[in-house]
């Protein structure tokens, strides 16, 4: 083969390298050789840094350890995040210290105080992987071994009166609306026929010189 004016691009294991210049003899290999470094026959071969994450085809494939070739250019597997030039980190799981958002494995986490986080509604499942998931409204069924599942921040996940785990207003709160609020305290104005928890304990909602207000049940008739 005539390699005069050779300027073509190629792959030595995992040394990369570009013949420049070549005005030696026909049918002459060249060999790699250190940057600038001159033969007799003054061929120069330049040896350059690999693009570890540059163009790729089917017979150039991607050379790099956890890389693929996607729509032709190399990329770290969707499993890791690419550090520098030369590097493919695998990603970190919920929990785990981090700088960056995209270090997460779950796409439903982000980096907050340096630890990977799920995001705002979302719960971290112990029982799945620790994968995000949607947070429970109030009433859902749930899991007594997983914290924070409750959309409600004021709610926990405690049994009801049948037995049963649910997403359920804190012993301090009551549901209205479809929200947990405070339960009220003594002499504060609650609604006739309301939510019987609306009081706090051992209080009821009775009339009191016309309003109804939560008092101590001290057995007297409060309608």
Do not use: W
């Amino acid at each position: 083969m005539n390699y005069a004016n050779l300027a073509n691009e190629i792959y030595a294991e995992n040394i990369f390298f570009s013949v420049t210049t070549f005005e030696g003899k026909n049918n002459m290999v060249p060999k790699i050789l250190d940057s600038n470094r001159k033969l007799k026959n003054k061929s120069v071969i330049m040896c350059k840094e690999p693009e570890y994450f540059g163009p790729c085809k089917e017979d150039r494939p991607c050379y790099l350890e956890n890389t693929e070739c996607i729509q032709e250019h190399c990329q770290c597997l969707q499993t890791h995040y690419q550090e520098g030039d030369n590097k493919c980190i695998p990603k970190k799981a919920n929990g785990a210290e981090c700088t960056e958002s995209y270090q997460c494995t779950d796409t439903q986490a982000e980096c907050v105080n340096h630890l990977c986080t799920c995001k705002d509604g979302l719960f971290e499942d112990t029982n799945n992987a620790n994968t995000c998931k949607e947070k429970y409204e109030l009433g859902s069924t749930c899991s007594r071994e997983i914290l924070d599942q409750c959309a409600d921040a004021n709610a926990e996940c405690r049994v009801d009166a049948f037995d049963t785990y649910k997403c359920l207003c804190k012993t301090t709160h009551y549901n209205i609306g479809n929200n947990c609020v405070p339960r009220i305290v003594e002499n504060g104005e609650c609604e006739h026929g309301g939510n019987e928890k609306q009081c706090l304990d051992k209080m009821v909602c009775k009339k009191v010189d016309g309003v109804y207000k939560c008092q101590y049940d001290n057995g007297n008739d409060f309608n």
